[in-house]
């Protein structure tokens, strides 16, 4: 079993920034995909950012250019850099980690964290 703890979270100025930070209760980092979501009121829960065993890193559109995800192996950590961000970033974000290959959106998470609130205001 590991747990996962999201902090950073906030409310912040569209345009603004936060980074989000993910820490791993045992260290198995090496071996897992690591991977950011948010799910906002009424909407389903949608992968934000992946980065892979070899650093290999993925975004979902909306995000491309403005957010960049990080993963601190020494630490057991992973982070999300949000910057501009936007009223529509506005969600719970959640990390997420896999033992499986990610191909594409597609990741199947072996586990959560409890999620931390973005809020932007316009």
């Known amino acids: 079993q590991v747990e996962l703890v999201e902090s950073g979270g906030g409310l912040v100025q569209a345009g603004g920034s936060l980074r989000l930070s993910c820490a791993a209760s045992?260290?198995?980092?090496?071996?897992?995909?690591m991977g950011w979501f948010r799910q906002a009121p009424g909407s389903q829960r949608e992968l934000v950012a992946t980065v892979g065993r070899d650093g290999h890193k993925v975004y979902r559109d909306s995000v491309q250019g403005r957010f960049t995800i990080s993963r601190d192996n020494a630490k057991n950590a992973v982070y999300l850099q949000m910057s501009n961000l936007k009223s529509e970033d506005t969600a719970v974000y959640y990390c997420?980690?896999?033992?499986?290959?990610?191909?594409?959106?597609?990741?199947?998470?072996?586990?959560w964290g409890q999620g931390t609130q973005v809020t932007v205001s316009s």
């Open positions: 997420a980690m896999t033992g499986a290959v990610v191909v594409g959106a597609q990741f199947p998470v072996d586990y």
């Open positions: 045992r260290s198995i980092w090496r071996d897992n995909y």
